[in-house]
């Protein structure tokens, strides 16, 4: 069974950084994309940046230029860089994996990032 474990969050100023960390254990097998969706109260989840497992990369239009994803060296784990941040990117970050081979997604527990104005 392949479990996601996020870590993280928390709570910034407005212009400040966090960086969110996933790596997802049970598999033997490398994800063939690893990415984060978002989720704010009252919202429906959206994609933020999803990373393919030979490293194409693609962004929400809301981050580009701010957020940068990246791929372990390991082969299930990934990273979402978050730079000046704003009030609007609050929201409850999920980490998710793609596995070809077994034909569905894997998620996290959500991790909480607060940006305060």
């Known amino acids: 069974q392949v479990q996601l474990v996020e870590s993280g969050g928390g709570l910034v100023q407005a212009g400040g950084s966090l960086r969110l960390s996933c790596a997802a254990s049970g598999s033997i097998f490398g994800a063939d994309a690893m990415g984060w969706y978002r989720q704010a109260p009252g919202k429906q989840r959206d994609l933020v940046a999803r990373?393919?497992?030979?490293?194409?990369?693609n962004y929400a239009d809301s981050v580009k230029g701010r957020f940068a994803i990246s791929r372990g060296n390991g082969k299930n784990t990934v990273y979402l860089q978050m730079n000046n941040l704003k009030a609007d990117d609050t929201a409850v970050y999920y980490c998710?994996?793609?596995?070809?081979?077994?034909?569905?997604?894997?998620w996290g527990q959500g991790t909480q990032v607060t940006v305060s104005s």
């Open positions: 990373i393919t497992s030979g490293g194409s990369a």
């Open positions: 998710y994996a793609n596995f070809l081979l077994y034909r569905r997604d894997y």
